[in-house]
């Protein structure tokens, strides 16, 4: 009988503890979560995972967190924001941000891709530009490597606006090969290639 009271006390506390698992297809409102933060965000994609698995995208993003800084990865705790009606031009659900868990400097000197091609709601956007002859990734500052990535940037600004309303296969592949510039930290680009 001992057995018995042991076995159903595990399942028990299994049981308890599973109800508050977050699940994304159907979250809960104003469920708290463990959220992992990427040390960058691209055009499209605010790089939030859950905590426990940081290989598959929330596809949403953390409202009231402007303390966030690229280069940095967090694991913050946040809850579910999920409206009774889903706006029409938005995610169906959103995280609010609580508090920050843990904060630390990416240490990583790989180069990762930032797509070229961003989307806000149902509108795409070309994420680079020019101006006074410097150019940003968004609103991130962009350093060329060298004379050539500086001539890729010209050619990208000629051939990838005029691609925003079409469904050319261009539009996945153009992206910036980029590190954090260790010049301008947290705040900007070094960019190593542009592929087309």
Known sequence: MKHFYFLFSIAFLFMACSKDKFDPSDPKNGQEVELFLDHYTTGGDSRVFLN?????????????FSGREMGYTYIIKAKVVRPKEAPQDG?????DYEKTIR???YQGLDTFALPLFGAAGPFSYFCLRKEADKYYYNSYPL???NDQVKADFE?????????????????????????HDPNNYGKGYRVYQVTF
Not at 52 to 64: G, L
Not at 155 to 179: C, D, H, I, K
Request: aromatic residues 12%.
């Open 52 to 64: 426990t698995d940081k290989t598959s995208p929330a596809y949403t993003y953390v409202d009231n």
């Open 91 to 95: 995610p169906s659900y959103w995280f």
């Open 103 to 105: 904060q630390d400097k």
């Open 143 to 145: 350093t060329p490597f």
């Open 155 to 179: 050619t990208a600004l000629e051939q990838g606006p005029p691609l925003l309303n079409t469904a050319s296969p261009s539009r996945t592949t153009m992206a910036l090969r980029v590190q």
